[in-house]
């Protein structure tokens, strides 16, 4: 018999369902040291909760016998306020691949079919998620350096303002693939579409990519955002807020922070010159929340691999007093930092950003769920009709909720680090 569109979602529910709940956080770096945590969100789109932001001044020494106390006081709370973002993830069948699998043969295809769409839509929805983990919640992925008329095809890029590898010239198209559907956005009025292309080709050396043909109607501004977009939408100011929310944001989940120095992450930069990585740098970075009354200091160090390579090119002349142990955790995935009586892993992220190194404390991290991944079925079906004449079925996932940080006073990172061209992939 052949499988219908109900059995075929109730696969996807029963058999996928768990594994992708699972497996998508896995890959996606920041979230293997976060928290999740199950929020009550009010109306379905944010929750509050109340953070430390001042100490009780009501303590002295005083004078002898009979002293003064001081004046009644506390500590000192604002409410912080996290949105919800959501996440989807879709797949789409044939008709006549569900029906083929009447046979043996059209079983073992279509097996394999949905076992590959799986892998990949665990693989491109992570790799999404993990690339907004670092930016902030924009969904601003590069900008076009150029203007370009009616009749263009290679758009050059830039890094946009609000990351921290803007103004560095390598990675400026590093997260586009050939394939992928972007919209062009008009900087000064991000609401204007300019147009909506798929990209045929990416030179990562030259930090252009290549659309189709620019039409009569679809000129590009030097300055213009470029956004993962499609005729139904596009990602603009709905990701998840990312760490540069967390170490940048002048108000940072509705709390200000000039008001409010306390709630402010600690950013060790060099003004936007490049400079050598140091070991004490490290080493302070690490130190300082705790040197400032802020917790123990980092309990993980996270970087891309670059930032690795130069570490070994540091330590590469001392290999001769470690052990043989110690030098065959050079090339493992993650590092050990020795710090006291305690290891501080150092974990790498295929898209963190070029030339920072992070020092966290990953206790303040939350990944706060209102929702998780799930096959939405609110209709009674998992798979559902294409419509639009279209002989065809699809289903697709969600996540609700948002990356947050409840302590970023225990947050450290160090910016503007030199490092090799041959050790970055583009």
């Known amino acids: 018999m052949a499988a219908t569109a109900v059995t075929v979602g109730e696969l996807l529910k029963i058999v996928y369902g768990d594994t992708l709940r699972r497996t998508i956080p896995e890959e996606v770096t920041l979230l293997n040291w976060t928290q999740s945590k199950n929020k009550v969100w009010n109306e379905g789109q944010f929750f509050t909760e109340p953070v430390n932001l001042r100490r009780n001044p009501a303590h002295r020494f005083s004078a002898g016998e009979g002293g003064t106390l001081p004046v009644d006081a506390a500590q000192g709370y604002q409410m912080r306020r996290v949105g919800v973002r959501t996440a989807y993830a879709k797949v789409q069948f044939t008709r006549q691949m569900i029906e083929r699998t009447e046979s043996a043969p059209g079983k073992a295809a279509f097996a394999k079919v949905v076992s590959e769409e799986m892998e990949g839509i665990k693989r491109d929805a992570a790799n999404n998620c993990d690339v907004h983990m670092y930016r902030d919640g924009t969904g601003i992925l590069a900008v076009s350096a150029a203007n370009y008329a009616p009749g263009s095809t290679v758009i050059t890029l830039n890094h946009y303002a609000n990351s921290w590898e803007s103004g560095h010239p ?217 419509g639009n004449n279209q002989d065809n079925y699809f289903a697709y996932m969600a996540v609700d909720g948002n990356l947050s940080c409840n302590m970023p006073n225990k947050q450290v990172i160090i910016t503007d680090i030199q490092v090799s061209p041959d050790s970055l992939p583009y």
């Open 170 to 386: 390598y990675g400026r198209a590093r997260y586009f693939e050939v394939g992928d559907s972007v919209q062009f956005l008009n900087s000064v009025a991000p609401a204007t579409v300019r147009c909506t292309k798929t990209i045929t080709a990416v030179n990562y050396t030259n930090n252009t990519i290549t659309v189709a043909v620019l039409g009569a109607l679809e000129g590009i501004t030097a300055g213009d955002f470029v956004v993962r977009g499609d005729a139904n939408g596009n990602e603009y100011n709905v990701c998840v807020e990312g760490l540069y929310n967390v170490f940048n944001d002048a108000t940072y989940q509705n709390i200000p922070r000039a008001a409010h120095p306390r709630w402010a992450a600690h950013i060790f930069n060099n003004a936007g010159a490049l400079r050598p990585l140091k070991l004490h740098l490290i080493q302070r970075a690490i130190d300082y929340p705790a040197n400032v009354g802020f917790g123990d200091g980092a309990d993980f160090i996270l970087s891309h691999t670059s930032i690795k390579e130069e570490y070994i090119r540091l330590v590469d002349g001392d290999l001769r007093y470690v052990t043989l142990d110690l030098v065959w955790k050079r090339g493992a995935k993650k590092l050990v930092w020795t710090h006291g009586d305690r290891d501080i892993p150092w974990d790498f992220g295929r898209n963190c950003p070029y030339h920072v190194l992070f020092a966290l404390d990953s206790s303040a991290f939350e990944w706060d769920i209102m929702t998780d991944w799930h096959w939405v079925d609110l209709d009674g079906n998992v798979m559902k009709y294409a």
